[in-house]
């Protein structure tokens, strides 16, 4: 572009500094037609111009980035994408056994040694209930909690032998519906077990609980003692599956020594809920 004589001689600052604004000014207002026009004319976000902008038709399809392609809604995106499936409804809890309370504290024992037997269904849900089942019309639980807070997730891992009625893979507890939701396919139990410092025993039971805990659903009340309280819930809920397995002439135990994140990665929990227990659970070989 040939300057001016304005520019020149540089003698008159104000009117070289009027015509910069101008200019500036031009330009500016040319940039954002473009943009605007683009985005009209696409529903995307503005992109830069071309270095010649009178070649620029305002239907012109502007040049979109990797980012804006995924974005697109009719884009196919190659990641892989787990199937969502319906929740699982599980049968309704029993609220009367064949056992005292009394008889299931006294036989209480941690077991390490299963058998190779399936698991009904209806036992799975009893045990899910007696950990987090809700027990009263209000949406109070099985296991007390701290302000009725109720920051704990219970997770199942299921065998390829594992339950009557469930495939294998990873299942997410709905306390309210009663359901499972299944957020993984496959059996991971030996990936968990080699977790869990290499217990190996925790593999041959036919699931696995894990149980989780999300401490901001309490510690944004109880500030710092909210941990605390989020660790007695997880024991007042293991202790209601180890007395729900007896009544049910199953085993638990539980395990508290395995790798928090790599854990957390294999199952693909939430960031936010970290694991606290893990609990084989079947049918004790002796």
Known sequence: MEKSDGWKGLGDKRLSRRRLLMDAASVGAGLATLSLVGCEEQGQAPVRPSATPAAVSPTATPEASPAAVQATPTQEVSTPVVEKMLPIALPAPRLKGDMSLEEAISKRRSRREFKDSLLTLEQVSQILWAAQGITDPGGLRAAPSAGALYPLDLYLVVGGQGTEGLAKGAYHYDPRGHALERILEGDVRE????????????????????????????????????????????????????????????????????????????????????????????????
């Not at 039971?205 to 109880?222: D, M, N, Q, S």
């Not at 209601?240 to 020594?257: D, F, I, P, R």
Request: glycine letters at 8%.
């Open 191 to 286: 990936a968990v077990a080699r977790l869990a410092v290499e217990q190996m025993f925790i593999a041959e039971a036919p699931v696995i609980l894990v149980i989780t805990g999300e401490y901001e659903r309490t510690t944004w009340k109880y500030s710092d003692r909210g941990l605390r309280y989020v660790h007695m819930e997880a024991g007042h809920a293991a202790q209601n599956v180890y007395l729900q397995a007896e009544a049910l002439g199953l085993g638990t135990v539980t395990a508290g020594a395995f790798q928090d994140e790599e854990l957390s990665r294999t199952l693909g929990l939430p960031t936010e809920r970290r694991p606290l227990y893990v609990m084989p659970i079947g049918h004790p070989a002796a």
